[in-house]
């Protein structure tokens, strides 16, 4: 009985020492395509301002609208690329500045079609939140929603009451069957919201009607 005490005990330790094995391998190789990916951002990021800056110049001898939509692009891909979201919070100000120019380009695309209304209350400016939260919604309005209709415009607002900021949204939901959502955008959003904010953040959203609303609630913001 004791041997086969020891022999059971034995097992088991070899057992974990080879799950241990099999996890740190996973985790080198994690983290090697990590440090690839994030090579790979380094030289990519280059390669693609150095692109758009090219077109650019060529582009504007012919046509200022098309030039001026290559400069809001590339403002705002060299936001996304460079805004570190793990370490540091934004003024919410920085960020509406790059969802303006979002919905700019989108207005170039649509022929001046686009119906929103964005609105940023003065005390929220300056307030200290996780970037891309606010971008990310701006992408989601554009993919799903319908802009077109003036009696029912989209909205995005940003409001603060007594350290108690409120990101709002709401947009007619495109109906082309073209149009699909996996809701993981949203999903990133409420997961990093969790890890920065736990209790004090909550994210809601519902369809009301044809319109699709999405709000966020944090509490004890700070500047």
């Known amino acids: 009985m004791s041997y086969l005490e020891v022999s059971r005990s034995a097992t088991e330790l070899e057992k974990q020492r080879l799950l241990e094995i099999i996890k740190n391998e996973r ?93 940023i209350e003065e005390e929220a400016e300056q307030i200290l939140f996780i970037p891309m939260v606010l971008l990310t919604l701006a992408e989601n309005m554009v993919k799903h929603g319908d802009f077109s209709e003036r009696e029912s415009p989209a909205v995005f607002s940003v409001t603060l009451n007594h350290n108690t900021l409120r990101i709002f949204t709401r947009n007619l939901i495109n109906q082309s069957p073209s149009v699909e959502s996996s809701g993981q955008g949203i999903k990133n959003i409420a997961t990093r919201l969790q890890y920065t904010y736990g209790e004090e953040a909550k994210l809601s959203s519902r369809i009301t009607g044809e319109c699709f609303e999405l709000e966020i609630i944090c509490n004890n913001v700070s500047h």
């Open 27 to 119: 985790t080198t190789a994690a983290l090697k395509s990590a440090e690839n990916s994030f090579l790979r951002a380094q030289i990519n990021p280059h390669f693609l301002f150095n692109t758009l800056g090219y077109i650019h110049y060529h582009i504007n001898k012919h046509s200022k609208e098309a030039a001026d939509a290559i400069i809001q692009l590339s403002d705002v891909m060299r936001y996304a690329i460079n805004v570190d979201d793990k370490e540091t919070q934004i003024s919410i100000i920085t960020e509406m500045a790059q969802i303006e120019k979002l919905f700019c380009l989108q207005q170039m695309r649509r022929k001046n079609l686009m119906n929103i209304s964005i609105y």
